[in-house]
C-alpha cells in the first residue's frame, strides 16, 4: 500500500522554508534527497529540512522545534551536540582530519570495541553500515570459498547489490524489494527466507548447507519496523552455520551499543562470528566497522587476501567522535534509564491506541521501538515481514502527521524503529505520549 499523502494541514503553513528548499533541491538531487528514507515516501508529503539540533531537539529551517525520535536513524544516543563529542571533535580541527596514514586513534577506537563487543577479536574501519556489511559477505566468502548468502526478509543491510533483495528498510517502504541494477549472477547467490522461521533455515542447510557462506541478520530488527527473534531461530542460526561451516553475522549497525553496550549480542547471548556496527560507533560521523573472529578476521588485505580499502576509513574526526561516543556510553551507561523510558513510552503507546479504539502492535527493546497499525478487529504480532508487510500504511501516515502538528519527529516510514536518546526526559516521554493520546484519538475509526 502506497501511503495516501497526509500533509499536515495544521503546520504545513510553517513550513514554507522546508517546501522551497525541497524544490530547489530536486533540481540538484535525485527526488531532492541523498537518502530515500530521508523523502518522506512512506507517509507522503514532503520532507522538512533541518538547520539545527540540541540534546533532543531538533530545528528545521521555518524555526520548528520537534522531539527527535529518528536521532539521525540511530546514532544520536547521547542527543545532539553531546560536549564531550564536540570537544573531541574539536580537539582534531586542530591536528589534521585525515592522512591517508595510520593513526593512534584508529587503535585506541578499535580497543574499546573489542572490549565492548562480546564476538569482537580484531575489527576494521569503514566509512558506513553498508561499507560493513558488504566487507563482511566478502570476507566469509573469502573465509570459507563458498558463495551463497543467506538474509531475511525485512532486514536491510545498506545498498549492497549481493543484499538488496527483499530488504528492509527504505527499499521495502518504497515496495522496490529488488532494486533495478541488481544483476540475476548477484541475486542468484543469495538466499532470502522468512525471519522467526527456523525450518525455513533447516531446509535451506539441509539442501545445500555445503554451498552456503554465512547468515547474515539483523539481531533485533529495526528495518521492517522493530521485531524480536525468537529464542529458536537464532538458536537454529547458531546451531546450523557452525555445523555446516558457515558464519553466523550479526548486523548490530543499529543494535549496536544502542541496545546495551555489547550490542544486541550482549542481551540475546548468542556470539555470532561476524559482527557488522555503524551509526553509534561513529557518534553521527561516517564510521562503519566489521570484526570478529581474529582467524577470519586474518583473512582481511593486508594480513590476508581478502581485498578491501577505504581512503577515509579510520578517519580521525569520525574516529574522535566514534571515541567519545563510546566512552561515554561506557562511563555512564544509560541502557537502564533508555529501557525505563521505553517501557513508559510503550505502556503509554500502548493505552492510547486501546484508547482510540485502534488496533496496533508495538514492538520495543530499550529505546528502539514500533508501533505497528493495522486494519484488522485483533492485533496481529509482528514476527517477520509476512506480518509487518501488510500494517496500515495510511493509518501510520495520519499518526505520523499529528505528531508532526505537535512537534513530535517520528520515523517517516511505519516500517522504520524511533530511536531516543539519553537526553530525553521523563516530562519529554510524558509529552509524546500525551500528543499520541490526542492524535490516536482523532484517528479513531
Ligand atoms: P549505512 O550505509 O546507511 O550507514 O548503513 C546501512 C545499514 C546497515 N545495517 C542496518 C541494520 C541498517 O539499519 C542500516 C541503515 N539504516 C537505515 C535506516 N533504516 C539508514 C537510513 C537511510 O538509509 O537513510
Redesign the pocket.
Known sequence: MTAAHHPSAVTAARRTHSRAAFAHARHLIPGGVN?P??AFGGVGGEPIFFQSALGQRLTDIDGNTYLDYIGS?GPMILGHRHPRVMAAIERVLTTGTSYGAPTEAESDLAELIIAAVPSIEKVRMVS???EA?MSAVRLARGFTRRDRIVKFAGN???HVDALLVAAG??AATLGVPNSPGITEGTARDTLVLDYNEPEQLDDAFRAQGDTIAAVLL?PVV??MGLVVPTPEFLEAARRLTSRHGALLVF?E??TGFRLAYGGAQELLGVTPDLTTL??IVGGGLPL?AYGGRADVMDHVLPAGKVFQAGTLSGNPLAVAAGMATLEELRDTSPYAALDRRGARLEAGFRAAAAQAGLTTWTARVGSMMTTFFQSGPEPVPVTGWKTAGPSDTDRYAAFFWGMIDRGIYLPCSQY?ALFFSAAHTDADIDATIAAAVEVMGGMAS
Open positions: 537518502s528514507a530521508r536513524w558506513s553500515g553498508t556489511a536491510y543491510h545498506g528498510s527504505s539483523e529495526g528495518n548486523d549497525v543499529m555503524g551509526k562503519g522504520e
